[in-house]
């Protein structure tokens, strides 16, 4: 065994992997800037243990793979891209695609983990989640997910931006299981290329409140009343956010995807069927 | 099952804990300011699975008792003051205290989360994080553990101070195991309030050589520099250091403690008998 080699808990010939937890969007405000680095989003949400696990294996042109298909995910090629190194990347995924749980993001984020353990390219980490950043926001995809799903927990985006220009905080949690449905998909690209004035004001009225009484309960609050006022609510959405309401329980949309996410039991406990995990605390890391 | 408790996991009647990971320094430069919240360190070093468990349950007065004794620790004292709260702090600690572990912060940063959520206090993890660390400032215990201890993975202290004042980024590392030992314990608070001009020369130098090339392997080089610059290793540390690079392995001081960390088994493999844990990437959580 190599010294190389030693620190490693269990040495194996397996590629480095990374797993990047899943990130819901409670509430947002959009913040456009020439630079992708400095654009961004202000807002919270929810950093979750189901998430993406992603390889990297150089290769002359870089390929992704999403749970075994082949797909075009800008923000994976503009994150190797700009490491000016190419690879075939494969993406698994304990979430769908398009429903609100930063599944580009934490691929982009992956992939530059593990791009940085398998080049060699001795990038800090700050500037390895400023790289995927950038590439999420170039590519339309995303605005906040990537920052949030580096720090895991509940993330306050307070300022919008990659490490260096945004900051962050976070409501402390005890570990907390969270239910959640997906009625369909939603492109992030449409809402936040369009016309953003409504939504971005009511985001930050909603970031503000929230910034009052940080707690897992008034985040949900807080992004509801967000989910009105930004007029985001499908009839699929608000239905089960009402259902868990009358059943005594707490949940929100998550942004932006046709997806409705709850404390606890609170979706079971309204006759749904969902999925669950817990809030993921440690954020995206090698595995 | 009120809403209240329902997003917890598995709700019991037992108080919250928190978890906070064990931290050891590195190399590290000493940044004095008369406001303990912009007092600090700069540094790196690696945040540990080992750690120190917290519960906190209200009284009359303010006790803190660690594995079961009742001892003074006045950054715990000072970060429930902050609060204005009291209460019985009771610490477990997987690791020795005053060897160069982080405790007194851990401790500090502990009794803070669970203060948070016990009293309803409603902080951000920032603010909460802000007082312990400024409560470990002003007791002289610490410097740079408590910030550390809150983000987790192999912390870089790049500006010193609390949350709003300081700045982090961190290595990435795959999961990583880390042996110790320690052959007795060291004031810190004599080191830091001592002249500490060259030690800070010499940690200021360490940390920027770190940060061209931010990998685990040269943090253990640079703080080994950095050790024998400051004149810090005592010579049953620096036989232990040699003894496992001899074995072809990595080790270096932790400060400010009568501590070596090796890399993977490298203690093990010169022939010690150390404890074993894993660099922790989640940091100091409620658990």
């Given at each position: 065994m190599t010294v190389a080699e030693s620190h490693r808990e269990s040495p194996t010939d397996e590629p480095p992997q990374a797993f990047v937890p899943g990130h819901v969007t409670g509430l947002f405000s959009v913040h456009p800037a020439d630079d992708p680095r400095k654009a961004g989003s202000r807002g919270a949400g929810l950093a979750l243990s189901a998430g993406v696990t992603v390889t990297v294996v150089p290769a002359d042109e870089t390929t992704v793979e999403l749970d075994g298909e082949t797909v075009e995910m800008e923000a994976v090629t503009g994150t190797l891209d700009r490491l000016d190194v190419s690879a075939a990347v494969r993406v698994e995924s304990d979430l769908p695609v398009s429903a609100g749980f930063g599944v580009s993001g934490g691929a982009a984020l992956g992939a530059v983990l593990v791009a940085n353990e398998r080049f060699d390219l001795e990038r800090t980490e700050n500037e390895l989640v400023s790289v995927a950043h950038a590439a999420e926001v170039a590519a339309g995809?995303?605005?906040?997910d990537v920052v949030a799903q580096a720090r895991g927990?509940?993330?306050?985006?307070c300022e919008p931006g990659a490490p260096g220009h945004g900051e962050l905080n976070g409501i402390a949690t005890p570990p907390t299981r969270v239910e959640y449905v997906s009625f369909g998909g939603r492109s992030t690209g449409e809402i936040i290329g369009g016309d953003v004035e409504t939504l971005t004001q009511a985001g930050e009225r909603a970031l503000a409140a929230l910034r009052d009484a940080p707690t897992l309960p008034h985040l949900f609050a807080c992004s509801r009343a967000f989910a009105k006022d930004a007029d985001l609510l499908t009839p699929s959405v608000e239905r089960a956010i009402d259902d868990v309401r009358d059943a005594g329980g707490e949940a929100a949309m998550a942004m932006l995807g046709e997806t409705v996410i709850a404390l606890g039991d609170g979706l079971t406990r309204a006759g749904y069927e969902p999925a669950s995990c817990e809030i993921d605390r440690a954020g995206a890391r090698l595995v």
């Open positions: 995809t995303g605005l906040g927990g509940a993330p306050l985006r």
